[in-house]
C-alpha cells in the first residue's frame, strides 16, 4: 500500500525516507498550477541515482510529470559512478546519500560529476566541513564517512567531480544538543576557479574585516584552483563556519554570481554567519531538516535539539516525516533565547540488510 502524498516540496526528505524505510509513495499533484508544471530533470536525475545505488527500485512517472510512484529497492553497497544533472548542483544529490548509504548491505565508493558550488544547495566544501561532522555525533565513526573534492566545477558547464566513501552502520545513537556555547572560533575557505588568485584573498580579507571585529580567532585559507582540475567554468566564493565552545559548528556560504565584486561576497558571507549565529541555536538553518530525519531514525531514546528560527524547509520535513513514520517532534519555546528546543523519541530504524562477517 502506497502512501499519498501531493506537492512538489520536500521531495528529497520523502524519497531518503521511503528508502529507508522500504515504504512505496505516491505523490501527486508535483507543479500542477506552475506555467511549467511537473517534476524537473533533475529530480529525474535524483531518482535515477537512488535507484542504481539500491536493487529493485520502480519508478513510476506519469505521462505529464505531475505524478509519480516510487516503490523502493534494497540499498547494495558497491562501486558507481553518476554525471549528475546541472540544474543543481551535487551537494543536492550529495547530502541525500550521506543519510542512505550507510545502511547498506555493504560500503559504497560512488563517483559524481557535475556542479560542485553554486547558490541553491550546500556546497561540497560546506559538506565536509560541516554536514559530515554533524551526522558523526549521531554515533557515526570518523573515517565511516568522508566526500572528497577530485575536480572544482563551477556553474554553468560544471565539469566537477567529487568522491564519496561510506561505511555501513548498525543503528543511529540519539543526539543532545541544547546548549550552543560561546562562539571560540571562524574557519573559512576563500575559493576561485579559472579566474585570478586576487579574487581568493579579496573575498577573504572582506570576511575577516568583518568578523575580527567580533573575534580575534578567524582564520581564512584561500585555496586556488587552475588546469584540469578547476572544471570548466570560472567561480569563486566563501564558506564559513563557527565552532562554540560545546563543539557546535555553524556555517554559511556564498557564491559569487556574474558581476559580483568579491569584497561584497566576502562581506555578505560574514554578516550572513553572524545571522546564524544571532538566530540561536545548535546548528544552522540550512542543516535543520537532515537532522531532523536523523533524530527520527535514532535508537528508540530521546534526542533533543535546540534549533533558532525554523525554515519552510524543516517545517516541510517536519510534516513528512510525521506521514511516513508517525514521528511528532515536540517543540518548547525559550524566551529567554529565543530559540525552540525540539525532541522526539527515534523509530529504532536498523540495518538489518548488511552483510555479518
Not at 87 to 102: A, D
Not at 258 to 263: C, K, L, M, Q, T
Amino acid at each position: 500500500m502506497a502512501i499519498e502524498l501531493k506537492g512538489a516540496k520536500a521531495f528529497r526528505y520523502r524519497i531518503v525516507l521511503s528508502t529507508l524505510l522500504g515504504q512505496t509513495i505516491r505523490i501527486t499533484s508535483i507543479r500542477e498550477q506552475d506555467s511549467n508544471p511537473g517534476i524537473r530533470d533533475y529530480e529525474v536525475d535524483f531518482l535515477k541515482l537512488v535507484s542504481e545505488v539500491t536493487s529493485g527500485a520502480q519508478i513510476d512517472i506519469g505521462k505529464d510529470g505531475t505524478s509519480i510512484l516510487y516503490k523502493p529497492g534494497i540499498v547494495n553497497g558497491g562501486n558507481f559512478q553518476h554525471t549528475c544533472n546541472n540544474g543543481r548542483s551535487l551537494g543536492y544529490y550529495v547530502v541525500p546519500l550521506l543519510l542512505i548509504l550507510p545502511f547498506g548491505k555493504g560500503s559504497t565508493t560512488i563517483t559524481l560529476n557535475g556542479i560542485t558550488n553554486g547558490n541553491d544547495d550546500l556546497s561540497i566544501d560546506l559538506i565536509r566541513s560541516t554536514t559530515i561532522p554533524l551526522i558523526q555525533k549521531f554515533g557515526i565513526e570518523e573515517d565511516m564517512l568522508n566526500v572528497k573534492v577530485i575536480k572544482r566545477g563551477a556553474p554553468p558547464v560544471g565539469d566537477g567531480e567529487v568522491l564519496i566513501n561510506s561505511s555501513i552502520i548498525k543503528q543511529l545513537n540519539p543526539i543532545n544538543l541544547t546548549e550552543q556555547g560561546l562562539v571560540r572560533s571562524i574557519r573559512g575557505v576563500a575559493y576561485s576557479t579559472k579566474t585570478s588568485p586576487q579574487m581568493s584573498n579579496r573575498m577573504g580579507e572582506a570576511s575577516k574585516g568583518i568578523l575580527s571585529q567580533y573575534l580575534q580567532d578567524v582564520y581564512i585559507t584561500t585555496d586556488h584552483w587552475k588546469g584540469k582540475e578547476a572544471g570548466t567554468s570560472p567561480g569563486y566564493g566563501v564558506i564559513l563556519t563557527a565552532s562554540t565552545t560545546n563543539g557546535n559548528i555553524i556555517s554559511t556560504e556564498l557564491f559569487g554570481e556574474a558581476g559580483n565584486v568579491p569584497e561584497d561576497i566576502g562581506q555578505k558571507v560574514a554578516c550572513g554567519l553572524l545571522r546564524e549565529i544571532e538566530t540561536g541555536g545548535c546548528i544552522d538553518s540550512m542543516h535543520q531538516p537532515w537532522l531532523f530525519i536523523l533524530m527520527t531514525l535514532c535508537s528508540e531514546d530521546v534526542s533533543k535539539l535546540r534549533c533558532g528560527d525554523l525554515t519552510a524547509q524543516a517545517v516541510e520535513c517536519l510534516r513528512t516525516i510525521k506521514a511516513l513514520t508517525g514521528v511528532t517532534f515536540q517543540a518548547q519555546w525559550d524566551e529567554k533565547t529565543k530559540t525552540s528546543l525540539l525532541s522526539c523519541i527515534g523509530i529504532g530504524f536498523c540495518n538489518l540488510s548488511r552483510k555479518i562477517h
